[in-house]
């Protein structure tokens, strides 16, 4: 993350999660570049798409780069991270690849039901995953001038900045073309190559362009919950609000925490060693 984005984060996050308490949203003024986008911030599909919405962000910022099928396979009747996605972690100084693997982890993770609302199911995950990484693969196996192709171009995408988005934070990268030929140019459609995450049924992704800015930005949304590193805690009152919780150095555990509606303790996560699991009380 750059320093001038570290700088901002706070003053962004502070002011997103007011927004986001109060339940109201932000429409972006920049041009939207892609059109017939899907459901904006739904459906929820039993927490199903805003996980995969934030797999993409976790993707963004510590491979840097949106190449599912090289970094992802699904192995074992799971998703999981290559070793070219190790390696690349491991050389851009992020080694391990926590984050992204903490949200692919998710699929270990028991169903969560509270007051009758499905909150997330691991099942439905590991299955979306499988599909979106098959269709990904499929659109990648296309001829680059066929128009449902992915995105040929090479690339990398480094987080510039975060702020107010429709849902409640657009994370903003910049992305740059190494190579591409023709049409292939287009910035606008690296939306293709967010397949693996659900696009574009997945309206918690709400791919957005910045094309006046050199080099070009795409923006992606997803919902306020706790498993992007760094990203604003929702509360409600003192209490973490949501079923689970992204805390590498466990400075929440033992905090009180609320999932739809359910008050409860945030104890470590039998699944994933970053993770911290809201148990009822």
Not at 139 to 145: K, S, V
């Amino acid at each position: 993350m750059k320093s001038a984005t570290k700088r901002r984060m706070g003053e962004v996050i502070a002011m997103s999660a007011a927004f986001a308490l109060s339940g109201c949203s932000i429409e972006a003024e920049e041009d939207r570049g892609v059109t017939g986008e899907a459901e904006v911030c739904g459906p929820w599909l039993d927490g199903v798409y805003p996980m995969m919405a934030n797999l993409a962000i976790t993707v963004g910022n510590e491979l840097k780069r949106f190449e599912a099928t090289t970094d992802m396979a699904f192995v074992n009747n799971r998703v999981r991270l290559t070793s070219t996605a190790y390696d690349r972690c491991d050389d851009l100084g992020l080694p391990g690849c926590e984050n992204v693997k903490g949200i692919l982890d998710m699929q270990e993770a028991p169903l969560i039901e509270r007051n009758g609302r499905r909150l997330f199911d691991p099942v439905q995950y590991q299955q979306q995953l499988r599909v979106y990484l098959e269709r990904q693969k499929i659109a990648e196996q296309r001829p680059c001038n066929q128009a449902d192709s992915a995105w040929c171009a090479t690339h990398e995408v480094d987080l510039d900045h975060v702020e107010p988005g429709v849902c409640v934070l657009d994370y903003w990268y910049e992305i740059n073309v190494l190579s591409c030929s023709g049409s292939q140019c287009d910035v606008r459609r690296l939306s293709t190559k967010l397949i693996f995450a659900g696009y574009p049924e997945n309206g918690y992704l709400h791919p957005t362009y910045r094309l006046y800015v050199s080099p070009p930005q795409v923006g992606i949304d997803p919902p306020l919950i706790a498993m992007v590193e760094g990203a604003p805690l929702p509360l409600v009152g003192s209490c973490i609000n949501s079923p689970v919780v992204y805390d590498p150095p466990h400075d929440h555990l033992g905090a009180c925490c609320v999932a739809n509606g359910v008050p409860g303790t945030l104890i470590q996560a039998s699944w994933n060693v970053n993770t911290l699991y809201c148990k009822p009380s």
